[in-house]
């Protein structure tokens, strides 16, 4: 062989090359665990912040507020049943219109006006008993006042009514009606929610926080009863002295 010939490379192992190509894997994989690693870091940190800022924007306190009122009933309206009987028809009609004209006399000396009084129904019944048959005639009228002091006055003297002969029946008495709701319905619905921040800001005193604005709220039905239970076995009705009630429910938030 001659020794001028041209030199020929001797290859590199096969076993190195597979080295370095197993080492270049291994950098890139390190690198993408790297990152993959970094990112769900900062995805967990944000995920996480972003809960507990959404949890924090949840935080709210739900209360009722409470707010009464006394007030005085402004319409007055008594339905006065009574009745006369006799064996005989034309008899009992008769004494049926004496005893109308007695209970206008009664309000007019009262000073009701005559309008204050309208008739409300009349009905006639009979009954017989071994033969003998005896009529009934019942009439209704209704007292309507917004004078409350002169309507007590009335049923002040409604046995003055029964001693000058007229029979009553059961379920003549006086109602009294508070009308004008809506007239104080803003301002107590505006107290009944001041009561409930004020509950609000001790619970959040309480728990280290602020309370801050209305989230939702809803208003109550409004109750009228009588004031100081003296309608109790009478009916509520009965009296003219009433206490509005209303109660609220709102949800605040809390900073």
Request: charged share 20%; glycine share 8%.
């Amino acid at each position: 062989m001659s020794e001028n010939a041209d030199a020929q490379p001797i290859p590199a192992p096969i076993s190195a090359n597979k080295a370095e190509m197993n080492g270049s894997t291994t950098a890139r994989w390190f690198g993408t665990a790297a990152i993959a690693s970094i990112g769900m870091i900062a995805g967990g940190y944000l995920l996480g912040d972003g809960l507990l800022r959404a949890k924090e924007a949840d935080r709210s306190v739900t209360v009722r507020g409470l707010a009464e009122r006394d007030v005085t009933a402004d319409l007055a309206t008594w339905t006065i049943s009574y009745s006369a009987s006799s064996g005989n028809l034309p008899t009992a009609q008769a004494k049926m219109r004496r005893d109308t004209e007695t209970i206008r006399a009664f309000f007019a000396e009262l000073d009701f006006p005559e309008d204050a009084l309208q008739p409300t129904g009349a009905n006639v019944s009979s009954y017989t008993n071994r033969g003998v048959t005896t009529y009934t005639v019942r009439q209704r009228i209704a007292l309507r006042t917004r004078d409350i002091a002169l309507a007590q006055k009335a049923v002040a003297k409604q046995f003055d009514l029964v001693s000058r002969g007229v029979l009553l029946e059961e379920g003549s008495g006086m109602s009294y009606t508070f009308t004008k709701l809506n007239e104080i319905k803003p301002d107590m619905v505006a107290e009944a929610t001041r009561d409930a921040r004020a509950s609000a800001q001790q619970f959040a005193q309480d728990s280290g926080a602020r309370v801050g604005a209305i989230k939702s709220a809803t208003q109550g039905y409004f109750s009228i009863e009588a004031r100081d239970g003296s309608g109790a076995g009478w009916g509520q009705a009965d009296s003219p002295f009433k206490k509005v009630r209303v109660v609220t429910t709102v949800n605040f938030s809390l900073d």
